[in-house]
């Protein structure tokens, strides 16, 4: 099958036409982000504190760190979920104020509508951009095969295992053509055999799409397998203490965390998490 090439409407562009401008790279730019909270005795708690950060277009960018840090935080503020206390962050040369069609999210969790089939899920949201239906079978079949589950696209998400789901979740936010792919820990509940076979699934379909990704996880060696550039975070505030250019070379092989150079990217991820663990104040 051909390449799909969709064109996003401005009706669902909840971006501000005033604030758009063109732009060239970085596709997500992240400047000086801060994000308070209010606690229950009137105090704040700094989750983020003046984090910024670049990734090119074309990328995929992951970040890893302690829990707690605020990584997942900075993907809902880049998704527009959420509000920064301070800075700003762009995507496209847009400012970001809320939630929209130029960025596609994928959740940990499941978050397919049970009552819709595999087909209607990856299709909601181009019936929403009015997309005319014989275009909308030829995405969502281009994805369906991209992610292995053609032979599914009836069935409901109650007669999927946890890691087609996922699948399904990847189709759908694909599907839309978002500038840039949010990925939060979307593997995190999945056994590990099921996980290693998701993460080679995603390698396959970003060597097709070639989308801008931004992949939080708290897994070290999935960090390093998926990535480009290795984001590595600090918390107390959440902050990028190093950032890690990958030079393993694409595609990735089955057996690559076994070489010489994995295991050293591995062991100065490991050194700077031990090194915000033990900054730590013991509390018990």
Known sequence: MGTVTMNTPSSIDFQDPQDTVTCASPRLQIRNVNLQFNTPGGGSFTALGDVSLDVPDQQFAVIVGPSGCGKSSLLYLTAGLNEPTGGEIRVGGARITSPGADRGM?????TLFPWLTVRQNIEFGLKRRNMPAAQRREVVDHYLAEVNLLGF???FPKQLSGGMMQRVAIARALA??????????????????????????LLRVW????????????DIDEAILLGDRVFVMGA?????R?????????????????????????REILDLLHDEIGDEPDNE
């Open 207 to 218: 060597e097709h799409s070639k989308k801008t990704v931004v992949f939080v996880t708290h």
């Open 176 to 201: 839309n053509d978002p500038q840039i792919l949010l990925m939060d820990e979307p593997f995190g509940a999945l056994d590990s055999q099921t996980r290693h076979q998701m993460q080679r699934l």
């Open 236 to 240: 107390k505030p959440g902050r990028i």
């Open 242 to 266: 190093k950032v890690l250019d990958i030079p393993l070379e694409r595609p990735r092989h089955v057996g690559v965390e076994m070489e010489p150079e994995f295991i050293a990217l591995k």
């Open 153 to 155: 696209a009836d069935n």
């Open 106 to 110: 994928v959740f940990q969790g499941y």
